[in-house]
């Protein structure tokens, strides 16, 4: 779709050098019809003069919206992005997943009413990541044998983001899956996503709250369309995040499963004149 008013919301936690890596990548895509909205779930004041001080140059407006460390807040930190967006369409990306190439086309290709999309990635290892982070490899202009190397290597668990086929085949699914849900690579209708209440922010700690939004995205009638071939990122390694709640919150999508339930308990829609967030033009 032509001229779609994009805003692209990008989540981020201390990890600036990731972030920038991911922002390098972004901004030749975007054109000044599109947006950024970094939404910083909390960090510490160096981090965010390191990303001011080596911010890349963008065609479109960026902002960065911040509120205080509560912990793995994630939810609320989308949402609060989301309320700072002026777009039409929303694509949610991870501060540690680098968009290929043609990532914003893909997206822009994808977007139809009544559908969301759940987009792909390809997962790195620590080995590899460290070698982007440091810029001593171009992640994004290696040759197809460097690919090659790294997938037989175990840098790389895959290879299918070389092929480009937005139009392929089987990409609608009308019923909830739990399966391969990716809130790190996420687009959806901003005006849907208001209507489901955004991500539910009574999901504590890491685990499912991304599952919870696509079934209850389902329950409000709209279909899945899955980006493979087209949408992937690179998943930059990280330690993972604590999961004493992932067993709770698996509970919570499970019993919900077997309801019509639409809104999110708290979400994008109960943040009326919140004090504590800071949000700054970067460009």
Known sequence: MENLRISFVVLTYNRVD?????????????????????????????????????????????????????GFTASCARNLGALSSRGDYLVFLDGDCVPNPRFVRAHEFLAQQGFFVNGNRVLLSEILTR????????????RFLTYLFWRVQGHMNKLLQL????????????????????????????????????FDETFEGWGHEDADLVLRLHHAGLIRKNGFLCTEVYHLWHQQNSRVREGVNYQRV??????????????????????????????
């Open 131 to 142: 070698q982007v982070l440091r810029e001593q490899v171009t992640l994004l202009k290696a």
């Open 18 to 70: 990731a972030l920038l890596q991911v922002l390098k990548a972004l901004a030749p895509q975007c054109a000044s019809h599109h947006e950024v909205v970094i939404t910083d779930d909390g960090s510490s004041a160096q981090a965010v003069a390191m990303l001011k001080n080596n911010f890349p140059a963008f065609p479109c407006p960026v902002r960065h919206v911040w509120h205080p460390d509560r």
């Open 163 to 198: 092929l480009y086929w937005p139009g392929a085949p089987g990409r609608l699914e009308s019923q909830f899956r739990w399966k391969q849900i990716r809130s790190c690579n996420f687009a959806v209708w901003k005006d849907d996503f208001l209507a489901v209440n955004g």
């Open 254 to 283: 499970l019993d919900r499963m077997a309801t019509a339930c639409v809104l999110a308990e708290k979400g994008v829609n109960d943040h009326p004149g919140v004090s504590d967030v800071v949000v700054t033009q970067m460009n």
